[in-house]
């Protein structure tokens, strides 16, 4: 096991550990927090290209259940439902399957695939795939309104409880403004805030593709709603910095999609002192 590995596996059980802690505490928002960015982090390793990444492909397919149980945990803590949900003593089995991620080799205890939300594409990276009918309507040019086909659903998530004494931030896009917007396919945002090493501090979050374009606008009307207290964001650090990166494929060469972020992207910083 190379050192680069070995660190990489303690970082994830220290962040498992955190949530199932937080979890067992009682502390619904902290460990709903835990659980989506190290879901997002397994969900990256799972869809990694063979030569950046030291697990094999079956370690991988591990690691990618993995996320998924920790989302269906994330989801259970969420849910207001009466339904048979994922339980935290499901979610503690797997921590030693984590722990020895290169070693395990029995049949995963849970009946779940790994589903990422979409495939992450490295930039420049072209997607290999051929054009359906309505993108190739959708790819008219900028100048009269064109609805976005409703395929992905987004990961925005509900707004916190309030707190008193705390203040809670919600983002509203409602539209962006570019040369190109007629050669947009499935465009998204994705939403983070991140410290000054670039660690997340709250989960990940993608808006639903758009729902129309019209002249040169891409139209989203979404709020986001940050999954922290700005209060609690800027304690023990100077600021945070609210980052948010435009996603999405145009028309490539030879019938497939090239990736068009992160070309478009834009950033805002948070301070003990707003």
Known sequence: MSEVTRSLLQRWGASFRRGADFDSWGQLVEAIDEYQILARHLQKEAQAQHNNSEFTEEQKKTIGKIATCLELRSAALQSTQSQEEFKLEDLKKLEPILKNILTYNKEFPFDVQPVPLRRILAPGEEENLEFEEDEEEGGAGAGSPDAFPARVPGTLLPRLPSEPGMTLLTIRIEKIGL???????????????????????TPVQDTPVASRKEDTYVHFNVDIELQKHVEKLTKGRREATLLWTWQGHTPGDRGHRAPFGPRCQGCAHISEHC
Not at 179 to 201: E, F, H, M, R, W
């Open 179 to 201: 040369k190109d917007a007629g050669q947009c396919i499935d465009p998204y945002i994705t939403v983070s805030v991140k410290d000054l090493n670039g660690i997340d501090l």
